[in-house]
């Protein structure tokens, strides 16, 4: 079944302990990419990849790092997450910049 | 820089009928797509429709139409004969494709809650 996984997908974690999210598809996509969701705000990008590393921020990079080390493969890195970065993450692929996304089920993230 | 408006914070209809769901957008990127996702309660995105800036033709997908006026910079969503399991939270969303270098950003509204009542 085509599909985009993430994991965790639920997460409380204290201020300052790093954490990965992990988010992988098996749809040869090449571009993927990360949102998290806050209520009232929408859905903010937070980084793109357009291919094996390739990467680029997008509206709400700070605190966040991201690699793409294999295509399927799009992990985001919280180096040192603090309360603001409590929010719903998406990830999402696509096969090019002009077709839908596909995202995944997200992660609910809790910093304490 | 690109923007998407969604005025209706939430928004009620009785089933059967048809809802429209208000999306303008901004963007000076002469080639752009426009595309509208499905939230439902459990959270996950579902995509519903797309219109590309030059087609000519406005996009339908079963009970959903998109209603595009390029000079008005609108593109609304039309659910007709609605159903209790459309009730959720909907997203107009735009992607670039010249000014971002390649369409990999896609701008979203802040979504339109619809609630379908009996």
């Known amino acids: 079944e085509a599909q985009v996984t993430q994991n965790p997908r639920y997460l409380i974690t204290v201020t300052g302990k790093k954490l990965t999210v992990t988010c992988s598809q098996n749809?040869?996509?090449?571009?993927m990419s990360w949102y998290r969701q806050d209520p009232g705000l929408g859905l903010r990008q937070i980084y793109y990849?357009?291919?094996?590393?390739?990467?680029d921020k997008g509206d709400v990079p700070e605190g966040y790092k991201v690699s793409r080390k294999e295509k399927r493969n799009f992990p985001l890195i919280l180096e040192s997450p603090s309360p603001n970065q409590t929010s719903l993450y998406f990830c999402?692929?696509?096969?090019?910049?002009?077709?839908?996304?596909?995202f995944g089920p997200g992660t609910r993230l809790t910093v304490l | 820089a690109q923007k998407i408006t969604q005025t209706q914070p939430g928004m009620f209809v009785q089933e059967k009928e048809a809802v429209t769901l208000d999306c303008t957008y901004d963007?000076?990127?002469?080639?752009?797509?426009l595309f509208w996702y499905k939230q439902p309660s459990s959270g996950e995105m579902i995509f519903l429709i797309y219109?590309?800036?030059?087609?000519?033709q406005n996009a339908t997908e079963g009970r959903y139409s998109l209603n595009f006026q390029k000079a008005r910079k609108s593109a609304n969503l039309v659910i007709s004969a609605s159903q209790l399991g459309d009730s959720a939270m909907y997203f107009c969303?735009?992607?670039?494709?010249?000014?971002?270098?390649?369409?990999?950003?896609?701008?979203f509204g802040t979504g339109t809650q619809l609630k379908v009542e009996l």
């Open positions: 749809m040869n996509h090449e571009y």
């Open positions: 969303a735009m992607r670039d494709f010249i000014l971002t270098g390649g369409g990999n950003k896609l701008t």
């Open positions: 963007t000076s990127d002469p080639s752009y797509g």
């Open positions: 999402a692929s696509s096969p090019g910049g002009r077709d839908e996304q596909f």
């Open positions: 990849s357009m291919n094996v590393e390739v990467t």
């Open positions: 219109q590309g800036s030059y087609d000519q």
